[in-house]
């Protein structure tokens, strides 16, 4: 969604009651919250209640919305949150590790996506599964779902440089396994993803 659109969405919403404009919010977001939800509840089932939850609950105090500095920062903290009580609410709670399942996922693909070949993205993954769980996610949170670093930190609850530290680490385990493998374009791919 793009952040006019957003931000016209959410105008509506709050002025308007405009329930068009929620549904554009909420179809806008569910890809990517309710893969963060499914992260830490590791159920489908689970992850789709825990976004309607927090959705309802945004509809319900829609009011408040003028309020919020980043809409993207809350609705990725408050899916994080009600992903955390879920399992606490089960029991489940012991030690949580967010970022287990998270892949790079080709859900728009872009002309550069496509020139890559399915060996190079499993080298990718592979150099990503290899990253300690935080450096993982914040790696997905910056490059996979778009957030600044400011966002990641305010997300996560850490400073922006130790966001910049793991994106640094991240890069660079990229790069040295990329390098380890001589295939021709390797490192133009390796570009793409650093500069996008």
């Not at 105090?61 to 994080?80: C, D, E, G, M």
């Not at 769980?133 to 922006?160: H, R, T």
């Amino acid at each position: 969604m793009i952040i006019q659109d957003l931000q016209e969405a959410i105008q509506k919403v709050v002025f308007e009651d405009d329930q068009g404009a929620f549904e554009k919010i909420y179809k806008g977001y569910y890809s990517r919250l309710f893969r963060l939800a499914l992260s830490v509840v590791k159920s489908e089932e689970l992850a789709d209640e825990v976004y309607d939850d927090v959705m309802l609950n945004v509809w319900q105090k829609r009011k408040n919305l003028a309020h919020v500095n980043n809409f993207t920062v809350y609705l990725y903290v408050s899916v994080k949150n009600a992903s955390l009580r879920q399992l606490s609410k089960l029991g489940k709670i012991s030690y949580i590790r967010i970022d287990e399942d998270f892949d790079i996922q080709d859900t728009t693909p872009t002309m550069q996506e496509e020139m890559m070949s399915l060996e190079l993205l499993a080298i990718i993954n592979q150099s990503i599964a290899e990253l300690s769980p935080q450096c993982k996610q914040v790696f997905k949170l910056v490059k996979e779902d778009g957030l600044k670093y400011k966002e990641v930190a305010e997300i996560l609850n850490v400073s922006v440089k130790n966001v910049e530290y793991h994106m640094g680490n991240a890069l660079k385990r990229i790069s040295e396994n990329i390098s380890n493998n001589k295939r021709p374009g390797a490192r133009e791919a390796f570009k793409s993803i650093i500069f996008n």
